[in-house]
């Protein structure tokens, strides 16, 4: 369950990080590695939850 919510907050932090970078374009590279952190959260999260 823990993880459940915590996927679900990082997916709306990631959501909003979209949003903003469409805002600013000059921070899409940081959004690029933010975007690739949270991937890497979740497959992790996968992997214990599994």
Excluded: E, P
């Excluded at 990080?17 to 959004?31: E, G, K, L, P, Y």
């Amino acid at each position: 369950m823990a993880v459940k919510s915590a996927n679900i907050s990082l997916g709306n932090i990631l959501i909003s990080s979209i949003i903003s970078s469409q805002n600013n374009v000059s921070s899409a590279s940081s959004t690029t590695i933010h975007i690739l952190a949270y991937l890497s959260f979740f497959d992790h999260a996968l992997h214990i939850a599994l």
